[in-house]
Every structure is written in C-alpha cells, then in structure tokens.
T-cell receptor, first 109, second 117 residues
Framework: RKEVEQDPGPFNVPEGATVAFNCTYS??????FFWYRQDCRKEPKLLMS???SGNEDGRFTAQLNRASQYISLLIRDSKLSDSATYLC??????????FGTGTRLLVSP | EPEVTQTPSHQVTQMGQEVILRCVPI?????FYWYRQILGQKVEFLVSFYNNEISEKSEIFDDQFSVERPDGSNFTLKIRSTKLEDSAMYFC???????????????FGPGTRLTVT
C-alpha cells in the first residue's frame, strides 16, 4: 500500500467552481498533515497545515479524519491561478515528510 | 518574507563527477532538509540535519551523499560520484523546530536541477 495516496487527476473545473481533493495515508502514527501546492517545475509551497478540528484559510478548507486516515482539501470559488498540482503530505517521525504524487487541478475560464 | 535560497539553479555534470549543491535556509530555522524529485515522480525525503549532525536519512541517502553546514548560513549536499539516476530536482527545506506541531512546517527553496550526462 502506498504511504500517501492521491487521485492524480487532472480535475478540470470552470472558474468559480468548488472542487475537493482527497488523500489517504497508511501510517497511523503520523501526527502532522499538510497540503502543499506545486506549480510546474517549481518547489512545493505550503498551502496549509491540517489540524484535527479542521481548518479554513479563505477559500481553502482542510479536514482530517484520523480514524479513516483520510485528509481532504476543498477549494471554493476556483480561480485561474489555482491551477497547479496539490500535494498531500504527511509527517513521519519528527522530521521526514512523505509526499503523495499530487492531484493536478486545471481551472478554465 | 524570509525564504530558502539555493544555488545553482541548474547544474550539468558528467557521470562520476562530484557536485555540491548549496542552500541558505531561513535564518532563524534550526532544522534543515534535502529532498529530491525525479521528473514526473513524487518528492522524496533524503536527509534531515540538526545541531550539526544528521538526524534522519532515507535509503536513497547512501555513502555517495553527504551534507554539511560549513558556516552559520550555508547548508550543502555533496554527491561524490554522480550517476545518471541522480538526475533530479534537489530541494532544500528548513523548519523552525520539530515541535510543537505547527513548527513541523517545512519551507522549500526553489531547487537545483541536476542533470548527469
């Protein structure tokens, strides 16, 4: 079983749409969870940490379900600039980040 | 906003040559990391570094690899004898501390694209 599993997409959505990405992770001992965004051939940029209570940052909402080992990201009112690959990332131990392969989002006019 | 910087942005080298990739982490950060991403694949952890020593390393990080913090600002990754399969984007990252949870957040530099011919 892959450590962090994501649907690779692509998800093609029109501007203004709401889109949701899901991710599952295999290590039940993982303690920290993140969503990163990666543009083509660029570095991963931290989008948000994911907390047990769920958290929201503007148009972005992240949820964590520890029992199901499942993380989600919801993007509301999609913008053209949201087009990117969204990486689900889990911390193993204290320091090592384990990345999913990413879900590609394409927002069209 | 403080950021991680890396040099060079692109390095081309011949198989068997040594390369040194350089990074300047965010100034108040204490933990430093190297990751790599082979084209079309996921980002993979190589090594973490704290208090002038390696704290964790992956299976990829074999004897050909080494890391060093030669001064108060730079953090380097050396590959002693490069192989074709070392061709990848190498990202440096840093974090403030490993605890509490919010400080697990790692910030990445723009990467060095290494091409081994």
């Amino acid at each position: 079983r892959k450590e962090v599993e994501q649907d690779p997409g692509p998800f093609n959505v029109p501007e203004g749409a709401t889109v949701a990405f899901n991710c599952t992770y295999s290590n039940s001992a993982s303690q920290s969870f993140f969503w990163y965004r990666q543009d083509c051939r660029k570095e991963p940029k931290l989008l948000m940490s994911v907390y047990s209570s769920g958290n929201e940052d503007g148009r972005f909402t992240a949820q964590l379900n520890r029992a199901s080992q499942y993380i989600s990201l919801l993007i509301r009112d999609s913008k053209l600039s949201d087009s990117a690959t969204y990486l689900c990332v889990v911390n193993e131990g204290f320091q090592k980040l384990v990345f999913g392969t990413g879900t590609r989002l394409l927002v069209s006019p | 906003e403080p950021e991680v910087t890396q040099t060079p942005s692109h390095q081309v080298t011949q198989m068997g040559q040594e390369v040194i990739l350089r990074c300047v982490p965010i100034s108040n950060h204490l933990y430093f990391y190297w990751y790599r991403q082979i084209l079309g694949q996921k980002v993979e952890f190589l090594v973490s570094f704290y208090n002038n020593e390696i704290s964790e390393k992956s299976e990829i990080f074999d004897d050909q690899f080494s890391v060093e913090r030669p001064d108060g600002s730079n953090f380097t990754l050396k590959i002693r004898s490069t192989k074709l399969e070392d061709s990848a984007m190498y990202f440096c990252a840093s974090s403030e501390t490993s605890r509490p949870a919010a400080s697990y957040e790692q910030y990445f530099g723009p990467g060095t694209r290494l091409t081994v011919t």
